[in-house]
T-cell receptor
């Protein structure tokens, strides 16, 4: 186990709704990254948070947003859900934001949009 | 748990044999490479990493080889065991000045035949 936890484990929403996913980073890690993993594909980088600020973003629209709290836990918010948002959402924490620090992944939240 | 390898290339190996999983990367600016193992229903698990100033690195039963000339990465697993059955992803990270974007490959499903 990596010490990274995510909640909920599974979630079902309908198109147009909003969702909030949560992640608690490994103790001592100040950087959290979020990924989307569609079935049969590798994870795709959404964004990274470092010390409560967005530190980098992948090719995802603004309806994907996030927060990081003073204890370094993080939330991923997705507005106006679309069917293609159905995926496994992974968060990963690392010791620092530098690209040479290993990221440790949580178990993911499986989101199904109907 | 759900399979993450529905449409992935598959490598079948007899238990006890060595496995070699290959990966081609595209970004010549990448200077940090990671191999992850993902079991069904779980998040990716760090296996081994290598920096671009090296061409080989060994861990416990695993070896990663990096060929920067042809942008090729491989993971060798010695004495493959049933517990090694999973989807394996290579990932790359460019030296982007404090921004840790990790790009994952498409993955290879390893099936170990008892």
């Amino acid at each position: 186990e990596t010490g990274v936890t995510q909640s909920p484990t599974h979630l079902i929403k309908t198109r147009g709704q909003q969702v909030t996913l949560r992640c608690s980073s490994q103790s001592g890690h100040n950087t959290v990254s979020w990924y989307q993993q569609a079935l049969g594909q590798g994870p795709q980088f959404i964004f990274q948070y470092y010390r409560e600020e967005e530190n980098g973003r992948g090719n995802f629209p603004p309806r994907f947003s996030g927060l990081q709290f003073p204890n370094y836990s993080s939330e991923l918010n997705v507005n106006a859900l679309e069917l293609d948002d159905s995926a496994l959402y992974l968060c990963a924490s690392s010791l620092d934001r530098e690209s040479k620090e290993t990221q440790y992944f949580g178990p993911g939240t499986r989101l199904l949009v109907l | 748990g759900e399979s993450v390898g529905l449409h992935l290339p598959t490598l079948s190996v007899q238990e006890g044999d060595n496995s070699i999983i290959n990966c081609a990367y595209s970004n010549s600016a990448s200077d940090y490479f990671i191999w992850y193992k993902q079991e069904s229903g779980k998040g990716p698990q760090f296996i081994i990493d290598i920096r671009s100033n090296m061409d080989k690195r060994q861990g416990q039963r695993v070896t990663v080889l990096l060929n920067k000339t042809v942008k090729h990465l491989s993971l060798q697993i010695a004495a493959t065991q049933p517990g090694d059955s999973a989807v394996y992803f290579c990932a790359e990270s460019p030296n982007s000045g404090g921004y840790q974007k990790v790009t994952f490959g498409t993955g290879t499903k390893l099936q170990v035949i008892p």
